[in-house]
């Protein structure tokens, strides 16, 4: 049985509750406790709140293998209550192939819950279905080969570190939380809204599993059953205590429970207009790699995912918090260098203003599909419009990389293909290895070259930069920054004698 269940009827959810829906996020078997909430009336949706025994379980395993994400739990008590009853076990077999896996495959972040939703409770924790072929639903960095050996060790490492013993023990403060967050959910949460956008004949089953160690991070894995039938979860971190340390729950947290329930329904849709997007999304990801990769997202199809998602979360802020609200969630995407959000979320709009044209979001699959190329036009051809306008230069004295510059050079010059904004520069630099300017900098008349007297040393190896990330002074005429270019160079030695 999983423990600490918190059943909330929400009145304005309007689809029956069978054995689950379309994507999803979290898998628990069907047990009487479920079958009986199944069996109730079609009128309502039951939100399930738990603490989760197979994501506390795998949330303990890779957190003692190391993955940050799991480290960063805000319940100080039940942290120390972890590391007080799991922290001798660093060495187990189960943490040292978590910890190989994550080293050599990736597992973490999501991969990690996406293992839990796809097995059964302990103490038998055994897999919910095949691996030939492979679910669609599990994360594929799981390896199919190491997966027995990795489960033979959790089954073992549960049973010696007391796992069932500690997860009961902590039921009282299980109960608190889920109980805060079921109260919070009944105030707040119009989970009805899945339905009514996504369209389609779902029937789903909304889980939301408090991940007590995930701190700010969350999740939204699903798991199919080979009947079709599939499992919605939200594993939502605990990011927020009380002064008594007790977790609570801020209806501004909806929005994240929104999120990963999106993850469900928007998925499987971008799966099957992925390749008709791919060369777009490619292009789209290129431009903003640094940023993604900063937020876990590697790779351009995890980019669609989460495009989806956020601008599918933007319609429901904007159906029910209103229009500002929905700008400001526009903006915070924005800033996640989701850059497109606000165009998508409008095609979105059209998608709902067509319903009778679109029954589902399924069959808007080919717009977005086009969205995301167009888009990638537009991008590339600003990029290349932005690279006319952009200085460059021509040609430096010395030139980078030279290795016999002249000792006695008396000044750096700078040639640009354009005039450039006179009395602006940033010469960026630090240390022993940067020029020692002896003098004033300045450009020729036609403001295309630019110098500044310096002072070099024999023997020496010099380093500088035009322009950074945070300095940029040089400037075409109209305003337009050159790209940071570093020179290095080293003068010759000193054979003369005279500073002997």
Sequence with gaps: MLLNLADIRLPRL?????????????????????????????SDIGVRVMVDPRVELMSIIFRLAGNREYNRGCVLQYTNDVEKQFGDFRDHEAVQLA???RQTRGVSFDACMSMAVHITEPPEL?????????????????????VPKFLA????????????????????????????????????????????????????????????????????????????????YCILGVWRTDAEGIPEFQPGMVTTVV???????????????????????????????????RQAYSNWKTMLYESLVRASTVRYILANDGPEAARQAILREKHRSFLWTDELADLLGEYEAQRDRYPSLDDFAPRLAEFFNTYADQVDAQAKAAAAKQPRVVSTIPADGVQDVDPSLAAIKVVFDRPMQNG?????????????????????????????????????????????????????????????????????????????
């Design 14 to 42: 309007v689809r029956g509750l069978l054995a689950l829906g379309v994507c999803g996020v979290f898998s628990f078997p069907l047990c009487a406790d479920s079958r009986a909430v199944a069996a109730e009336k079609a």
């Design 99 to 101: 910890r190989r896996l």
């Design 126 to 146: 055994h897999l919910r279905t095949r691996l030939d072929p492979w679910p669609k639903a599990l994360d594929h960095r799981w390896p199919s080969s190491d």
């Design 153 to 232: 060790a959790v089954r073992q490492f549960a049973e010696k570190s007391k796992f069932s013993e500690f997860f009961t023990a902590q039921g009282p403060l299980y109960e608190q939380a889920t109980s805060r967050m079921q109260s919070m959910l009944q105030q707040h949460a119009h989970l009805d809204w899945f339905d009514k956008f996504f369209g389609g004949k779902r029937k789903v089953h909304f889980v939301v599993a408090l991940g007590m160690l995930n701190g700010p991070n969350c999740y939204g894995p699903r798991f199919q059953a080979a009947n079709g039938q599939v499992e919605m």
């Design 259 to 293: 999120h990963e329930f999106c993850h469900s329904y928007a998925n499987p849709i971008v799966d099957r207009f992925a390749s008709d997007a791919q060369d777009g999304a490619q292009r789209l990801f290129a431009s903003v790699k640094d940023a993604m990769s």
């Design 424 to 500: 602006s520069w940033s010469l960026v630099g630090i240390g022993p290895h940067f020029p020692t300017v002896v003098g004033d900098p300045s450009y020729d008349a036609a403001t295309t070259a630019w110098s500044v007297p310096v002072k070099l040393k024999p023997g020496w190896s010099y380093k500088f930069m035009l322009n950074s990330s945070v300095f940029t002074g040089f400037r075409s005429r109209e305003g337009v920054a050159l790209s940071p270019v570093t020179v290095r160079f080293r003068t010759k030695e000193d054979t003369s004698g005279a500073n002997q």
